[in-house]
């Protein structure tokens, strides 16, 4: 297969996968774990090592945002992130007013742990509140109450972090509309810059799931998680957030960087077990095992020098599935990815991306779209000139795997 990356990459986002959890919530199918804080150092060793590994491969690139996410980065002490952070800044080129994330519980918030992930760079706290009601924290499995919860996103803020998001999960089971109501409520009265808020998956194979199956919980109600986006809609967009991607929601200059690269189909680096990449005509992702992954790279030579001349699985023992990607690929990528976003798809980014124009390509699926009123142009006037933006509807919002689906089925003609 070939894994040689053909082309010079100036800049790209880099991911840090933290697999630790203190516990593993019941809804939960990410590559996280609980019970093995023992490889914690040894983990930070083998993240380093790959860091340098990548930081050679890639001829230092200049790094676009940086994201610690998981798991449950706040989990560690911030010793470790910190030498995380050091090894990232000697491999790569960090610019001084560049995005860094890292997702926290608000049971870890603590006022010397805040200081500290300020002293190290960390200018961006995403905090998995996921709900504001006691019931349903028990019902996810949740280490916090909504007390702490609450108290976590006030410190947060007072110790000066202007960049603070929390996560939220609508339609659950058990929930009512009176339940998200108050959530929406008492989140919204935090003054929070930014929101997270995602419709809850049964991921096949979680507790959760297994719970649904056997009759222990109801299957969550479909029409009433639609109510429920409708009205978190409704309240956010009264309070002025820009509605910037199907589940984000941001004040005005706040909006996440790092999930807009994403958005945009643009190259992204991912480090830690399991964690995934795109780069030029290329994606990948790691072994999954966290002992795995520190084996191999305890058991790799640093030969920084010769990096640049090798293929990309020779360069980095732990990448396990690689993926060479069609032209095709790539655009139904960018399709599925850019039409998340409230801005859409810009017809001339499309254009110099691939060569064809959205309607030479896609014609028929997108009048279709239109004429159903999934989507639309974003001037009724505008011309490829003009920079026309191809978007979704408020209704195609509520539909988007359809109109997905649409141009999946049309792209095998």
Sequence with gaps: MFDVIGKHINTLALYVHIPFCATKCGYCDFNTYSGIEKLIGSYTCALIKEVQLWGAKLSQPQLSSIFFGGGTPSYLDSVHTLKIIESISSA????????ITLEANPEDIRIDKLHEYQNAGINRISIGVQSLENNLLKLLGRRHDAN???????????VGFNNVSIDLMYGLPNQTLKDWRHTLDESSSLGLPHLSIYCLGLEEGTPMSQSVKSGELPKPDPDLAAEMYELTIEQLGNLQYRHYEISNWA????????NINYWENQPFLGLGPGAHSYLPNMRFSNIKSPREYIYRLANTTLDLKSSSKKGVKDTVPTIDNLENLSTRTEILDTLMMGLRLDTGISEAKYFTRFGRSLDEQWESTIKSAVDDGLMRWNSDNATKQDNRQLQLTKKGKLFSNEVLSRFFAASTK
Excluded at 92 to 99: G, L, R, S, T
Excluded at 251 to 258: A, D, I, L, M, N
């Design 92 to 99: 790569f080129q960090i610019p001084k007013d560049i995005e």
């Design 148 to 158: 702490t919860a609450i108290q976590a996103v006030r410190k947060t803020i007072e």
């Design 251 to 258: 004040q005005t200059g706040f909006e996440s960087k790092h």
